[in-house]
């Protein structure tokens, strides 16, 4: 079926291009014959003008309107006008009645070049005619006219030759579009779609061989890219249901031996305190989870954001992060390259970048040692605003220095549930980075620890 309609096509395409063509063809053959009658006829006309005028000047003046009005010529107009425009005679009217002619353009032209032809509406008779004037010896002007046929009226007069030419031109196509068809079509039919690139076919189809085996290797990556995502979609799900599960365990345990009053009054206080601290772990992770959500939208940074300090960012963050700096006693440096405002200028959202470097800095904070360091570099290089938080803690394996941005990876899953953390800190950290036309990697810092470097693109103020 789908070979039938593509060769009702192919059929019908190739004749109405013949059809076209004919059409086309005929009308230029028609133009260049009406080019060819008007050439004609001019030079024609021109020629008995001449011979006209010839006569004339071997007669006196005074004999010139008996003499032009002598001659047989039924079929031509003749006129005689003196050197001032004055008509002496015309065959088809009364010349005393008629205007001034040396408004026109054949008399002008033969007054200037000698001999003039010219085609326009006759005012007189009310045809179009083509016009010669002869400039006399003496200064008159002879000038012969003869009706010519227009375009539509010469069209006419070949219509008959030319409807039996096209009609020969239709069935012409026909039978040609016909067997064109059949040869074009049928090579299709060893194209094998499951293996396209096998088989007896056209030198020329090659390309679209090509194009149906590169588009079924397309289709065939892009189910599995469909079936990772998918996987890792029900993964992404996964993990949130088991990070949730602990805290909600926790809590639900906690609540119902107070309800029960199976707790000292005495440690009311403390399992309050156990559940609170559970019930802001969910929080922050349906918070990441939303935050990376949102991220995956690509609909949080717009191509109209405004310019954000990174430096007062990185300041505010440190702010809210003091109390943990100060429980584990860090020494901290913040801003050390940072000389001049303008060189940590950046476009994007402010609550996101503020998010990316929080994220970092309490990264670093739960991983370093008590009375360890942690640091915030923030410099301009060329068009890239550099941000790096380095500590001193354990470090990133290199093996897991890609995999580290991944949700929910850990690298030591029981140091990680020590240190708290919803997995998904650094996840937000790549993809913020990435929102924001930037990127983020992971390096050694010089204390040993883990230097993690943001590159955005720089703003200018």
């Known amino acids: 079926m789908a070979r039938k309609n593509l060769s009702r096509r192919l059929f019908l395409e190739l004749f109405l291009f013949a059809v076209a063509a004919a059409l086309v063809i005929a009308t230029i053959i028609t133009a260049v014959c009406y080019q060819t009658y008007e050439r ?11 011979a006209v005028a010839a006569s004339l000047d071997a007669v006196d003046a005074d004999y010139r309107v008996r003499d032009l009005g002598g001659l047989a010529m039924s079929d ?12 002496l005679y015309d065959s088809e009217a009364d010349a005393s009645t008629m205007e001034n002619h040396n408004g026109r353009p054949e008399i002008e032209g033969a007054r200037t070049e000698g001999s003039s032809v010219s085609s326009r509406q006759s005012a007189t008779v009310g045809e179009d005619l083509m016009f010669a004037a002869v400039k006399l010896d003496d200064g008159q002007v002879v000038r012969l006219g003869e009706v010519k046929r227009s375009f539509p009226a010469f069209v006419s007069s070949m219509l008959p030759a030319l409807l039996l030419g096209t ?10 579009a016909r067997m064109l068809v059949s040869s074009i079509v049928k090579p299709f039919d060893a194209i094998d779609l499951k293996h396209p690139s096998v088989g007896s076919y056209y030198e020329e189809m090659q390309p679209l061989v090509d194009r149906i085996d590169e588009q079924r290797r397309q289709l065939v990556k892009s189910n599995e890219e469909l079936r990772r995502a998918a996987n890792l979609r029900r993964e992404f799900t996964g993990n949130v249901s088991h990070e949730m599960k602990t805290p909600l365990q926790v809590i639900g345990g906690y609540a119902e031996l107070m309800e029960n009053g199976m707790v ?6 403390h399992f309050a305190g156990l559940i609170l601290a559970e019930s802001r772990t969910m929080r922050s992770l349906v918070d990441d989870v939303l935050t990376l959500s949102h991220l995956d939208e690509g609909n949080m940074v717009g191509d109209d954001a405004p310019l954000v300090d990174l430096s007062q960012v990185a300041i505010r963050v440190s702010v809210r992060l003091r109390p943990q700096f100060e429980e584990k006693h860090l ?4 801003l050390e390259e940072s000389k001049h405002p303008e ?3 950046v476009r994007g959202n402010e609550a996101l970048l503020e998010q990316l ?17 942690v640091r915030v570099r923030i410099a301009r290089s060329g068009d890239t605003v550099v941000l790096a938080v380095d500590d001193d803690g354990p470090g990133v394996p290199k093996e897991y220095r890609e995999r580290i941005f991944e ?8 140091r990680s549930r020590e240190t708290g953390g919803t997995g998904l800190g650094l996840a937000i950290v790549k993809h913020a980075a990435e929102a924001h036309g930037g990127t983020v990697h992971v390096e050694e810092s010089e204390w040993g620890g883990a230097s993690f470097v943001v590159e955005l693109p720089a703003a200018v103020a």
């Open 357 to 373: 470097v929080y994220n970092l800095l309490d990264n670093a904070a739960r991983y370093s040692v008590d009375g360890g360091r």
């Open 343 to 345: 060189e940590a200028l």
């Open 264 to 269: 000292p009054p005495g440690d009311v206080k």
């Open 407 to 414: 949700r929910f990876f850990r690298v030591d899953e029981s």
């Open 331 to 334: 020494s901290t440096q913040l």
């Open 76 to 87: 031509v107009r003749s006129t005689l006008v003196d050197p001032d425009g004055v008509v």
């Open 167 to 176: 009609a020969v031109e239709f069935v012409v196509a026909y039978l040609i």
């Open 40 to 50: 004609d006829m001019s030079d024609s006309l021109l020629d008995r003008t001449e």
